[in-house]
T-cell receptor
Framework: EPEVTQTPSHQVTQMGQEVILRCVPISNHLYFYWYRQILGQKVEFLVSFYNNEISEKSEIFDDQFSVERPDGSNFTLKIRSTKLEDSAMYFC????????????FGSGTRLTVV | AQKVTQAQTEISVVEKEDVTLDCVYETRDTTYYLFWYKQPPSGELVFLIRRNSFDEQNEISGRYSWNFQKSTSSFNFTITASQVVDSAVYFCALSGSYGNNRLAFGKGNQVVVIP
């Protein structure tokens, strides 16, 4: 069964550093998403991406964050100048076009900012 | 705006008992999708079920069943004959029907199955 692949599975970074989280969505999917889950809390929407541009973003997704689809397969989330409160599990998801088709999530990247 | 409420935080059951998780949602969309996801201790999100708003037929899939009541905006989920491997956090989620709609998650139910 097709999977969404996320790398790395765990990243530790120093406060103030930039991190790039990588995702390879399912190949025939056209909608891409990033979600965040702070430890013990609910999963929160960050951003959706379609047709090479951001289609929707939440209030969490401020200027510190950016997304990119640099080639035909990768979908990245960049966090500039990380803060302690950015420590969380970050999930990538993709979805096929149209009304049918559910969201497929990757296994997540656990980001720890120290 | 879409909202999902899961009132119970932690539920403990003895193995082989049934456990029902409550989910109440709010949306202005006339067509929408409802989901249940399982998050085991390893952390990944595992898709369990999806239901369209225009299909209120309740179904059983193995040990999982769900009760969708549009009149009360509820989408409850039951695990029958629980097993220790069912111990996880369960999230109810809601999305609109159009292409890029975000998923709105509830806070989750921590289910602990005691052997």
């Amino acid at each position: 069964e097709p999977e969404v692949t996320q790398t790395p599975s765990h990243q530790v970074t120093q406060m103030g550093q930039e991190v790039i989280l990588r995702c390879v969505p399912i190949s025939n999917h056209l909608y891409f998403y990033w979600y965040r889950q702070i430890l013990g809390q609910k999963v929160e929407f960050l951003v959706s991406f379609y047709n090479n541009e951001i289609s929707e973003k939440s209030e969490i997704f401020d200027d510190q964050f950016s997304v990119e689809r640099p080639d035909g397969s990768n979908f990245t989330l960049k966090i500039r100048s990380t803060k302690l409160e950015d420590s969380a599990m970050y999930f990538c998801a993709s979805k096929p076009t149209g009304r049918e088709g559910g969201y497929t999530f990757g296994s997540g990247t656990r980001l720890t900012v120290v | 705006a879409q909202k999902v409420t899961q009132a119970q935080t932690e539920i403990s059951v003895v193995e082989k008992e049934d456990v029902t998780l409550d989910c109440v949602y709010e949306t202005r969309d006339t067509t929408y999708y409802l989901f249940w996801y399982k998050q085991p201790p390893s952390g990944e999100l595992v898709f369990l079920i999806r239901r369209n708003s225009f299909d209120e037929q309740n179904e059983i899939s193995g040990r999982y069943s769900w009760n969708f009541q549009k009149s009360t905006s509820s989408f409850n989920f039951t695990i029958t004959a629980s097993q220790v491997v069912d111990s996880a956090v369960y999230f109810c989620a809601l999305s609109g029907s159009y292409g890029n709609n975000r998923l709105a998650f509830g806070k989750g139910n921590q289910v602990v199955v005691i052997p």
